[in-house]
């Protein structure tokens, strides 16, 4: 079975045992997905509405794009999870075995890579989240509001998943590259998922 498969209290309760997988990537997928999902939950109640019959055809496109990016994000809670297990292999061959190095360094990239993917994947939500924050309808922007507010934990959880392996690596230039793209990406979407949150949050002050 795999973890999209679980019933939410299990997968919570496997995600607090001492199980190396589901962990932080896996949870930080999760929320992008549900905050993906709640953008797609402002589309399905805006569309079809006379009020809002100037951005029907807009709403349908991102409804559908929240949709597929959702399902992404799922995917990767096992996609994550499959990243990971080769790590935990490598750091379990002796050190003075010549090979370890090279091994080690392998599996730290593929284990900084889903996390990444999270993130990127995360961003793409937050930019529609925007759309349907600005353009929804007025019942259902709290829902874009929470969406957004996943989306940016998602963002930075996804960034320490990442940054905790390529800090192992050998290859510095390589973890630069991707530390670099790590906080150009979470500086902008953050700060992105930020502007939605406060601004519908602060029409109820």
């Not at 590259?177 to 998922?193: C, F, M, P, Q, S």
């Amino acid at each position: 079975m795999t973890m999209t498969e679980m019933t939410l209290s299990g997968f919570a309760e496997t995600l607090a045992s001492k199980a190396p997988t589901p962990g932080g990537g896996g949870a930080c997928a999760l929320a992008g997905a549900l905050g993906a999902a709640l953008g797609s939950m402002v589309g399905e109640l805006t569309v079809g509405k006379n009020k809002y019959a100037a951005v029907e055809t807009e709403m349908r496109d991102l409804t559908a794009r929240a949709k597929a990016l959702s399902g992404k994000l799922l995917a990767m809670i096992d996609g994550d999870a499959a990243a990971f297990e080769p790590l935990s292999r490598a750091y379990g061959i002796p050190k003075d075995d010549p090979g370890r190095p090279a091994e080690l360094e392998r599996c730290l990239r593929l284990a900084a890579g889903a996390p990444m993917d999270i993130l990127r994947l995360t961003c793409e939500a937050v930019e529609l989240l925007e759309s349907f924050g600005e353009k929804g309808s007025v019942l259902a922007v709290s829902d874009a509001a929470t969406g957004a507010a996943l989306c940016r934990g998602a963002l930075y959880g996804a960034a320490v998943n990442v940054k905790v392996n390529t800090a192992l690596m050998a290859d510095r230039a390589y973890a630069a590259g991707i530390n670099g793209e790590v906080d150009r990406l979470t500086e902008e979407y953050g700060a992105r998922a930020e502007k939605v949150l406060q601004g519908i949050y602060g029409r109820y002050q």
